[in-house]
């Protein structure tokens, strides 16, 4: 008796329901009734909400019930229970009567989160499974293990069928999350004793050979500081090339008057759940909840996790301190042996609801309409295209000089070097936010290497081995530009190792590269990470050929002489300035529109600004061989962006039936009457 008091009866079962068989399926024979209906003659739900609600779910990837929670017009409670009563099952306490550990083992806990089931007991061979989402329950059946047997339907709510699991493999998912990518294919299986053996056989052959052979060494050093630019230069224009074929092709495309007409999706909208790692942001995480709430998606289908961790007890405490809204949720993290935001982003994974899956910074402002581009994008893009990467910008430009310069980088960047990557099919090196993935297609690939520090590069690799494509998505979100010195080369250094670890993970095996990528693309990878983090290392070497320009000796000015002629020098200075005339040429294209046009005079002073990067790069090599797992973490909240802000759309006047577009589901208004289910018939004379 003390078990069952904890499991809600159900009123009115027939006989047979208490006698479960011993093979097959058993549920009892369902309520034929619609479950607006049952929550109507419970004096559950307004009939107008759920008028609202039905008309939404036409376009939507969404169960009612969903619909009903995610806006506030019936309580838990009374769907569980109006439940309860259509599909003739109990709902169980899971939080009283704990799972079988065994029977969620067998299962598999992510299954289970990704399904919200729990396998709760196993009597008389038949084994009780609670879910949040009975209209499911016979699909599921297919991928449970075959000793279950015949299974019997309970039900629960989806926040305690998430706790019931992490009560009891919290422990099993995060060391999941630390090793989902094949050792192969991730830092953690690098051999710290080798590397360290090679590093100081470097420097020492290095050491010994400016001794010993001076020029010959600095002769190295430049042809390879030379090469890596002329490769460099080379794929920036033909990136460039290629996104000025696109937008003049776009501009013949598009009619005289007004822009393209967009087709009309075909498709219910999916369900999208993105992630938004924080880490000592206790001021920014209450602007950050505000930013997100302007977006225009249907609430119902829009699944945002702040991701934190556990001992990040500044945050986790402002996160309590706030009223979170149903759609955004809090992941704790457990600790563990490195603490990343691959790592977080791997664990939180299991929480996602959403076929789509997205990341965003803490201090991101996505424009309001983005998840509605991401669910277009991925509607009308092929099957290969697993990723859709958006424009980061910035909101603070005029911060100061070091702002502006990373604004122009950042532009340039996003706007001419990914976008020519991506249209030229190589390899994109993704950037860390504005990111969204075809579910299967990431989990397929194993997710996020917990142990990279440039997660989002390495990930760009693995998604293009594995035959997928990236495409870039036309959607900005703006963040906080760096705009101190100090902090700025901690973030590039952090960028920097991380392209050098990324390069070092796939290049164990160049064979298997090539294969896996072409000739085209894996010699467009060696330049995307190989040399520009040389380019970087060596900028010194070809920087001293500005000595000769001052009439000051140089040591390589005769061996070059001799080897090329009386041209070299010439020939090489021409290098330089046609390598910084292309960089201009970039950012002066990337920087053309209204919202940056007055950075367009600060593009020549990039020449001033990119040198800061060799400090990073030295900075990174070093953390390479010493430490190479250290977040070195960029602080967030320095420029107040608030006054930047659009205010917050003013609520809907109560007591009148809101027109789709108007409920943030994205779909124009239509007739009650072509859209409504017949239940709603009688309910029409009872609408305000």
Known sequence: MARTA???????????DAAPATTGTVIATRDLRPLGQILIEDGAVEPRDLLKALVMRQRQSARLGGILLANGWVREEALLRALSRQWRASVLDLKALPPDPRLVDAMGAQLCLAEGAVPWRRVGGVTFIATARPEGFEALQDRLPRGFGAVRMLLCSENDAREAILALRRTALIRQAETRVPAQESCRTRNERRLGRIALGLMAAAALGLVLAPAAVIALLTAWAVLTLVASATLKLFSFAAILRRHRQDRLQKPARGARPQPEMTAPLPVISVMVPLFAEADIAEKLIGRLSRLDYPRELMDILIVVEETDRVTCEALRGVRLPRWLRVVEVPDGPVRTKPRALNYALNFCR?????????????????LHKVARGFHFAPPEVACLQGVLDYYNPRTNWLARAFTIEYASWFRATLAGAAALDLVVPLGGTTLFFRREALEEIGAWDAWNVTEDA?????????????????????EEANCRLIPW??????????FAMTWGVHMRDPAALWRDLGTRRFVGLQVQLF???SQYLLAPVLWSFWLLSLGLPHPMRDMLSGLLGGHAIALLFALFVASELLNIAIGLWAVRGRAHRHLLPWVPTLHLYFPLGCLAAWKAIYEVVVKPFYWDK???GIFEASLDEPPEPAPPPAGRLIPLRETAAGQPARAIAATADPLLVPLLGKID
Do not use: C, F, N
């Open 354 to 370: 959403g076929s789509i899956i997205g990341v965003w910074d803490a201090e991101d402002r996505p424009e309001p309409g983005q």
């Open 634 to 636: 960029t602080q967030h």
């Open 489 to 498: 080369v901690k973030q590039r250094s952090r960028w920097l190792k991380g």
């Open 531 to 533: 040399a520009s983090v």
């Open 6 to 16: 904890l499991i809600w009866p159900l009123a009115g079962a027939p006989a047979e």
């Open 458 to 478: 390495d990930l760009g690799v693995r998604l293009t081995r594995r035959g997928y494509r990236t495409q870039m998505l036309d959607t900005v979100t703006h």
